[in-house]
């Protein structure tokens, strides 16, 4: 049983503080500031930290630990990460092939895990080390049992150091604290800016993958935008060599890929270096390549909801419309389509190409 206190007054909370973070019956403590939000996030957070273990065995999520030890900080950000977070894979979700694709979705958002000391966060860092997605951390919490101005800093830095791929956030109350993050470097946030949730949703957006691919040169200029893997496909094939090798290197393509939630399809291009092959377009052949075969891969054997705006021209079953397909023969053509994806070699259907029968045939009058 999780034991969570929601309180409206500030200066009891620090009596059931202890120095290392940990409560003697409490699990987590909220401050009330008098929005609903906060009460989703709580149901969000522990959802998260009893689910995340689970989740990535089963499907390799990605996980975004968010360190901050303050009650009254922690419930102003929170509910902001998640709703932003919620936001951007219900984005996602619009995309989605069918109802089944948009539930699997929802169901591989990020989790958010929380941390309220610096031993807290290295733990959750080295447990989740190959799944996490981003951190985002205060400047000032305990550390041996101490409070610490810099154990954000130390934090981050060891993450850097380790792994140069990760996004990293530094919040703080004090502003001086940006000059301290560019030292990182790492984006810095007035934890008291007026505009808190466009800044968190900038952090999301151009760091951690979410929303739109936006292609750039090595200066930083945009070139081209991708917001589904057709897309991503086709651009990828037009851009310049240098925005190729600019987006490769930091592993860019493998982080848009995990935010559409195709997970496996991102563990696979995320080791591939362009030194590993002959020449750099064979790499981005070879992506191209693998970004079709999954995109075909997906469709096979589903029937896709028809959207003008998002239509794929390669798509094999389309529905317009909310009624049933075509009663027991439409049935049976899609479940011969969709046996070899549920990995039928094929023996029993060589009888010849199937497809939708012709319009005008099979046609009968009781």
């Known amino acids: 049983m999780v034991v969570v206190v929601l309180t409206h007054q500030e200066t009891p909370l620090k009596s059931h503080m202890l120095t290392d973070g940990s409560q003697s019956a409490i699990d987590r403590i909220f401050f009330w500031t008098g929005q609903a939000d906060i009460l989703l996030a709580i149901i969000k957070c522990i959802e998260d930290q009893f689910n995340v273990l689970d989740d990535i065995n089963c499907a390799d999520v990605r996980v975004i630990l968010f360190v ?3 009650p009254f900080y922690l419930s102003a950000l929170l509910p902001i990460l998640y709703k932003e977070l919620v936001k951007e894979t ?4 619009e995309d989605s092939l069918n ?6 979705t929802m169901r591989a958002r990020p989790k958010i895990l929380l941390a309220h000391t610096f031993e807290q966060a290295m733990a959750l860092y080295e447990q989740f080390e190959p799944n996490i997605l981003g951190v ?3 400047v000032r919490y305990p550390r041996n049992n101490k409070h610490d101005g810099e154990a954000g800093l130390r934090l981050l830095k060891h993450i850097k150091k380790e792994r140069f791929d990760i996004p990293l956030l530094l919040t703080s109350s004090e502003p001086h604290n940006a000059a301290r993050a560019a030292s990182i470097p790492a984006p810095f946030i007035d934890k008291n800016a007026p505009f808190l949730n466009r800044q968190i949703r900038s952090f999301l957006l151009n760091h951690l993958g979410f929303g739109e691919f936006t292609f750039r040169d090595p200066q930083g200029n945009i070139l081209a935008k991708a917001d589904s893997l057709h897309s991503l496909e086709q651009k990828m094939q037009e851009i310049p060599i240098e925005s190729f090798i600019y987006h490769s ?3 860019d393509f493998s982080r848009f890929l995990y935010t559409l939630t195709e997970v496996e399809l991102a563990g696979k291009v995320r080791p591939m270096r362009h030194t590993s092959f002959e020449t750099v377009e064979m790499l981005r052949q070879q992506l191209v390549q693998m970004i079709k075969e999954q995109r075909m891969q997906r469709q096979r054997g589903v029937i896709v909801d028809f ?9 094999e079953f389309t529905k317009i419309g909310n009624g049933s397909l075509g009663g027991r023969q439409g049935a049976g053509v899609l479940f011969c389509h969709a046996a070899p994806a549920q990995g039928s070699d094929g023996r029993f259907f060589q009888c010849g190409d199937l497809g939708p029968p012709d319009p005008g045939t099979h046609l009968r009058r009781f």
Do not use: G, W, Y
Not at 90 to 93: G, K, S
Not at 307 to 315: A, G, I, Y
């Open 249 to 251: 290197q930091r592993n």
């Open 90 to 93: 219900q984005a996602v979700i």
């Open 99 to 104: 109802q089944e694709h948009r539930l699997l």
């Open 136 to 138: 985002i951390s205060d």
């Open 68 to 70: 901050e030890d303050s």
């Open 307 to 315: 959207d003008k705006k998002r239509f794929d021209p390669d798509t």
